[in-house]
């Protein structure tokens, strides 16, 4: 670390792979001013001007806000809130279209200006240092502070780490052409940029600070070496002009030597790096208590009788800003049919190599905007055409040489062209930054990037759509696993009931059976006697003798022998005849029963017929007297004059009374079928 | 004599590698069809059915066996690259039987939606969704989770009163993609 404090104080630095040299056309602002701008009318503030996530809303349409005044809070980390950057009223919360290379519409608060700019009450911080990290952390998060390089990723968050730091980068270097917001920024308020420096010096507590900035500012860079003369700690380390010297990669490299592996961040070596626009937001919120409503954009270009740097309040339509600059409407040449009117003359929101062409004018400047360049048609033709040059590639590998990246450009195209994703990736299509080096050395007018940009919006999607089914895999495997056990539960559950079913019954037949049974007993018991009397006729010696002989023994005791012996006798005679007469008993016994029960079956069945048929005749019957009933209801309502409404009464009681005669024939025909059937 | 060394000595070489194989076959036993499961990877996993499947395992299962690898109307013709490359066989144009609708002018993802004053709370649609996404109960409103939603269409037929109907998600900032031929970032020098 030493070793690079001591190149870095010879005025020696490390050097990125490639790079290119464009025309710098920052003089044409950097020379004037940052203008302060009379209030616009209408202030159009997206609730989400950076990477991560909207706040939830604090206000309602109507209500009346402050200069200052939170409009959204955030729920989430990732969230950063916005500030009403002057006092008004709140006219809408609408979808509105935003600065975004889409056309998209987002949620936006639309501010109607009051003119007064009152502020909000504000908390002077005198002295910072007394300021514990919590309340400086919490300032930047309440403040609204994101990256005001381009990315907007949340400030609070990037400040807000454990590890020891070796070096805070301020990027400063403001290498894209034509912008000169950074420039002129340090040149105005560079105590105010030192105070933010130091407030993350006191968060960060790094090693040493490094302000990176290009040899092409030297106002800039006077002034920053006079306001940090005193501190040893911090560097003003001016570098060789070379784009893309700005990107934080190619920064790092430049100053420290050290390379960011693909897929890490640099606060894996140690290093923080913010934009130095964002320190000056910084010590805004923390000292001033003046939260993120306002930033410095460079009006640019040719087409532009005033370009001009600009102190723009955050929501400010794009219009008013060109109105103010004195923009000049070069009609572009257009190839389509006359009747159409033609098109908006180019209109680029940040810089020539990374901006994008807005398509509607009315957007707002948000925390990440920079530079509006209108140029005319002398100096940026290619803008104007609204066909391709391109042409096939000559693979001269010019784009090579200069991937700040170290990538492989034409490759690249080439996979983007064929939509061959996993190459892409192989290629590390990721790391590419998006500086446009290679579509501005193209020699064939490839558009480059563009295919980059769509490829890897297209890998974002896939990336998505195989989450979404990942996950709808998931859940219909536990919808099935969820229906399969509701399927045993259930069957498991009705075999139980089933099996409940059967014990009561079978507790009952037990019951039943042994009731019956007696009772069959005591019938066949009945029966039999019955029998045994009818019976009687074949055998009435023998049993008025076997009484008498009873009577006999009791009587006289005397005469028992006798009996006994006589008994004897004839109990071997009844023996002889017995079994035939009971064998004969039982038979008429069965025959008896058999009878019964055909009797009573028939009996059954002649009964379920004659129901049937009364029912059915019963039912026709009373539907005929409906139908009666309600022709005459319907002509009562004829008489009342409600034509409609009882044809279609009496369309649906004929309909009614049709498909009953149906199902009665139906079912007429079905009993009768197993009348036949049974008899 | 010759012969008879060369008889056992071959016969002990065959013997040697027949038992190395039969060790192998046990030792690397590989569980299950793996190629189920790769097809089952490259499936979108809408288990909308529309491939004459209950689901994309099991159509899956039928692509392993043999069945046309044509019918997934959701994946089209992406999804028929694919397993033709895992395959090793021919891509196909897509069944017609089983080709997307195509009519509507957009071409974003659709997700169901369910009129809810015209719901009548019969919970057929949530017995049909099969990956949970419909809420609701009997005779109370449903509703569509979208997050979770394919677009399998599966829901619309068994509404009695058609309440449902297949709309396109909105297009936002989060999934908007660059057109080349619609907006021209251009380059400039």
Redesign the interface.
């Known amino acids: 670390m030493e070793s690079i404090i001591e190149r870095i104080n010879q005025g020696k630095f490390w050097h990125f792979h490639g790079g290119i040299h ?2 710098e056309q920052k003089a044409i602002t950097s020379g004037k001013p940052i203008k302060h701008l009379p209030l616009p009318k209408q202030l159009i503030l997206p609730l989400q001007q950076h990477i991560g996530r909207q706040g939830d809303l604090l206000v309602e349409v109507g209500d009346k806000v402050l200069k200052g005044q939170a409009l959204t809070q955030s729920s989430n980390p990732m969230a950063v809130p916005v500030h009403a950057p002057t006092s008004g009223t709140i006219t809408a919360i609408k979808k509105s279209v ?1 600065a ?5 519409s ?1 949620l936006c608060l639309f501010i109607d200006v009051d003119g007064e700019d009152t502020w909000k009450k504000r908390e002077i911080c005198q002295d910072f240092s007394k300021l514990s990290h919590q309340d400086i952390i919490k300032k930047i998060a309440d403040a609204g502070i994101a990256g005001m390089g381009g990315a907007g990723f949340p400030t609070h968050i990037k400040v807000n780490t454990k590890p020891d730091i070796n070096f805070l980068i301020i990027n400063a270097a403001e290498c894209e052409p034509y912008i000169t917001a950074d420039d002129l920024l340090i040149g105005e308020q560079s105590e105010a940029i030192v105070d933010g420096i130091k407030i993350l010096d006191q968060l960060l507590n790094p090693a040493f600070i490094l302000i990176g900035i290009e040899g092409n500012k030297p106002r800039a860079i006077k002034a920053l070496q006079q306001a940090t003369q005193h501190n040893d700690k911090i560097k003003v380390c001016v570098l060789p002009t070379k784009y893309p010297s700005g990107g934080e990669k190619q920064l790092i490299k430049i100053l420290t030597g050290k390379e960011v592996n693909s897929g890490t961040l640099p606060i894996d070596l140690g290093i923080v790096v913010q934009n130095i626009a964002t320190c000056f937001a910084i010590s805004d919120a923390v000292i001033n208590d003046i939260p993120l409503i306002r930033r410095v954009v460079t009006l640019t270009g040719r087409a532009l009788s005033k370009p001009q740097n600009l102190w723009v309040l955050l929501g400010t339509q794009v219009s008013y800003l060109l109105n103010q600059t004195g923009f000049f409407r070069e009609v572009s040449e257009t190839k389509s049919t006359p009747n159409s009117p033609p098109p908006n003359p ?1 209109v ?1 929101m940040g810089g ?2 990374m901006g ?2 807005i ?1 509607n004018e009315q957007v707002p400047i948000v925390k990440t905007s920079n530079c509006i360049l209108a ?1 005319s048609k002398i100096e ?1 033709p ?2 104007f ?2 066909y ?1 040059n391109e042409v096939e590639c000559i693979r001269c590998g010019q784009c090579a040489d200069v991937c700040p990246s170290q990538l492989l450009p034409q490759e690249l195209q080439w996979s983007a062209k064929a939509k061959d994703h996993q190459q892409l990736i192989e290629l590390n299509l990721f790391d590419c930054i998006d500086c ?1 080096a290679c ?2 050395v193209c020699p064939s ?1 490839i ?1 480059l ?3 980059y ?2 490829a890897k ?2 890998i974002r ?1 896939q990336q ?2 195989d989450i ?6 998931a ?2 495997e ?3 696993l969820r229906l399969e056990q509701e399927k045993t539960a259930r069957k498991e559950k009705h075999d139980k009931a089933a099996a409940a079913r059967k014990a009561v019954m079978n507790k009952k037949s037990a019951d039943g059976g042994t009731a019956s049974s007696a009772v069959a007993a005591a019938l066949a018991r009945v029966k039999a006697k019955k029998a045994a009397k009818s019976k009687n006729t074949e055998l009435p010696v023998a049993s008025g003798e076997g009484q008498s002989d009873n009577d006999q023994t009791e009587t006289s005791p005397v005469k028992a022998a006798i009996a006994r012996a006589k008994a004897k006798r004839l109990a071997q005679e009844k023996s002889a005849e017995a079994p035939v007469a009971s064998n004969e008993n039982q038979k008429n016994v069965v025959d008896d029963t058999k009878a019964r029960i055909a009797a009573a079956v028939a009996k059954a069945k002649a009964k379920k017929a004659q129901v049937n048929k009364s029912s059915i005749e019963q039912t026709e019957l009373s539907t005929a007297t409906k139908q009666e009933n309600m022709n005459e209801s319907v002509q009562n309502t004829t008489t009342e004059a409600e034509e409609k409404k009882a044809r279609i009464v009496l369309a649906v009681a004929k309909a009614k009374a049709k498909a009953k005669l149906k199902r009665m024939d139906k079912a007429q025909q079905a009993s009768t079928t197993n009348n036949e059937e049974s008899t | 004599m010759n012969i008879l060394i060369a008889i056992l000595v071959l016969g002990a070489i065959s013997a040697l590698f027949g038992a190395l194989l039969g060790y192998a076959s046990i030792r690397f036993h590989v569980e299950g069809d793996p190629i189920v499961e790769q097809l089952d990877a490259l499936l979108p996993q809408t288990q909308c059915g529309q491939c004459g499947y209950p689901g994309c395992k099991p159509y899956a299962e039928a692509v392993a066996n043999g069945e046309a690898i044509n019918k997934c109307a959701p994946g089209g013709e992406d999804t028929i690259k694919k397993i033709a490359d895992l395959l090793g066989v021919d891509v196909q144009p897509i069944d017609e039987n089983h080709e997307q609708d195509d009519s509507s002018q957009s071409n974003r993802p659709k997700v169901a939606f369910i009129i809810e004053e015209d719901c009548i709370g019969c919970t057929k649609c949530i017995q049909a969704c099969p990956v949970d996404a419909i809420l609701g109960a009997a005779k109370q409103m449903h509703t569509i989770l979208i997050d979770e939603c394919t677009g399998c269409d599966l829901c619309v037929a068994p509404c009695p009163v058609d309440c449902i109907e297949m709309r396109p998600t909105a297009e936002t900032i989060q999934n908007w993609q660059w057109d080349l031929n619609k907006i021209a970032v251009k380059q400039v020098d």
Do not use: C, T, W
């Open positions: 464009p025309p935003i975004h290379p889409s056309g998209l987002e180019p680029i020539p190599l994008f062409s398509l140029p940026m290619s803008a055409d609204n391709s446009g579509a501005y007018q558009p990037v563009q295919y940009r769509v919006a297209e999607q998505q759509l979404k089914a990942e996950k709808a895999k859940r219909f536990a919808r099935k």
